[in-house]
């Protein structure tokens, strides 16, 4: 699948991560470094988690990327009725509020040591609305337009081959060569 909340296999993940992208990521040297966040603070008890996000991104399909595609997002994610396989992963988060267009805040139940880890990988942004846009078999096969990442999905044939192109507007300029 290529639905980033339901995968479970690392090589379909790391084709994932090059159509979706996170708000933190590991740099080559195995820091956490911003991604699609620009900076964050965490509380000294770590119980919240406050994301400065970029204002220079879209999705691929042209829509801004809001504090609104973050909270949906993750809520979506924590909904149990949508079933996500990695929703264990964040049942520590308590609640996530927008403070602007461009800042986030996540709440915690009680301080969680892997957050930001899991955030490096465990999670996207997809557009908000887009998981009732498209139903649940869009994301797994064919998730065209609703990433950030420097690749766009154009297709795939299981067991024989996957086609991205390049993100012509990736707010990485001049990234991928």
């Known amino acids: 699948t290529f639905d980033p909340l339901n995968q479970s296999n690392h090589d379909a993940m790391v084709v994932n991560q090059l159509i979706f992208e996170n708000l933190v990521e590991i740099d080559g040297n195995g820091k956490r470094v911003p991604m699609l966040a620009k900076s964050w603070k965490i509380s000294s008890d ?9 204002d220079d991104v879209v999705f691929q399909n042209g829509q801004p990327f809001t504090a609104e595609d ?3 997002s993750y809520e979506y994610m ?7 396989f990695r929703r264990a992963y964040w049942v520590p988060i308590s609640s996530v509020k927008t403070d ?3 800042r986030v805040v996540f709440t915690m139940k009680h301080p969680y040591r892997p957050f ?3 955030m490096t990988k465990y ?3 997809f557009p908000a609305g887009s998981r009732e846009k498209f139903n649940a078999e869009y994301f ?3 998730p065209i337009d ?11 044939q299981v067991n024989d081959f996957i086609e991205l192109r390049r993100n012509p507007n990736y707010w990485r300029k001049g990234t991928p060569k």
């Open 46 to 54: 770590r119980m919240t988690y406050t994301f400065e996000l970029r």
């Open 70 to 72: 973050v909270k949906y």
């Open 78 to 84: 924590l909904d149990p009725a949508n079933k996500a």
């Open 116 to 118: 930001m880890d899991f």
């Open 146 to 156: 609703i990433g950030t990442g420097p690749a766009i999905f154009v297709k795939s």
């Open 123 to 125: 999670m996207a942004i």
């Open 100 to 102: 602007g267009a461009h």
């Open 140 to 142: 797994k096969s064919t």
